[in-house]
T-cell receptor
Framework: DSGVTQTPKHLITATGQRVTLRCSPR?????VYWYQQSLDQGLQFLIQ???????AKGNILERFSAQQFPDLHSELNLSSLELGDSALYFC?????????????FGPGTRLTVT | AQSVTQLGSHVSVSEGALVLLRCNYS??????LFWYVQYPNQGLQLLLK??????LVKGINGFEAEFKKSETSFHLTKPSAHMSDAAEYFC???????????FGKGTSLLVTP
């Protein structure tokens, strides 16, 4: 158990809908990262927050957004969902944000868009 | 951008045999490299990381990796495979952009009796 929690574990929804994925980082970790894992794209970095502020963006679609709240939990919002958005979404956390820092991954949320 | 390439999407070894999973990196500066393992229906677990302190890095579960600058490689090894080692293994490099991880496509390790 990494100490990172993600809810829900599974989510099934229809195309065009909007969903919110939630992540609670390890106690004391200030940095949160979101990753998407799909069969065709592999593991891709989406976005990072550090102590409530957006720090970096990766291959995140404009239909996707995220935020980190004062209690440091983070939410990833996915809207206008398409079949291709079906994937495993991971949240990871780290104590700080520096190159070479270890990231601790949650168990993931499996999103299925039908 | 920093990137890694994992050679071999599937590797099969017999129980008790040497495990060798290959990873090559591309980086314009000294890299920070990681190996993660993903068991079925689980998240990623850190096996080990290289941050320039020592070229031979020991990790959990008997795994180790050697950083070779001349070969731009960071291969993962384990002297004797166990059935419980069957999983997906990912090599990753720390990027400059927010220090996110750039992952390879993964290698699925199968251990046969």
């Amino acid at each position: 158990d990494s100490g990172v929690t993600q809810t829900p574990k599974h989510l099934i929804t229809a195309t065009g809908q909007r969903v919110t994925l939630r992540c609670s980082p390890r106690s004391g970790d200030l940095s949160v990262y979101w990753y998407q894992q799909s069969l065709d794209q592999g593991l891709q970095f989406l976005i990072q927050y550090y102590n409530g502020e957006e720090r970096a963006k990766g291959n995140i679609l404009e239909r996707f957004s995220a935020q980190q709240f004062p209690d440091l939990h983070s939410e990833l919002n996915l809207s206008s969902l398409e079949l291709g958005d079906s994937a495993l979404y991971f949240c990871a956390s780290s104590p700080a944000a520096h190159r070479g820092g270890e990231q601790y991954f949650g168990p993931g949320t499996r999103l299925t868009v039908t | 951008a920093q990137s890694v390439t994992q050679l071999g999407s599937h590797v099969s070894v017999s129980e008790g045999a040497l495990v060798l999973l290959r990873c090559n990196y591309s980086s314009s500066v000294p890299p920070y490299l990681f190996w993660y393992v993903q068991y079925p229906n689980q998240g990623l677990q850190l096996l080990l990381k290289y941050t320039s302190a020592a070229t031979l890095v020991k990790g959990i579960n008997g795994f180790e990796a050697e950083f070779k600058k001349s070969e731009t490689s960071f291969h993962l090894t384990k002297p004797s495979a166990h059935m419980s080692d069957a999983a997906e293994y990912f090599c990753a490099v720390s990027d400059f952009s927010g220090y996110a991880l750039n992952f390879g496509k993964g290698t699925s390790l199968l251990v046969t009796p």
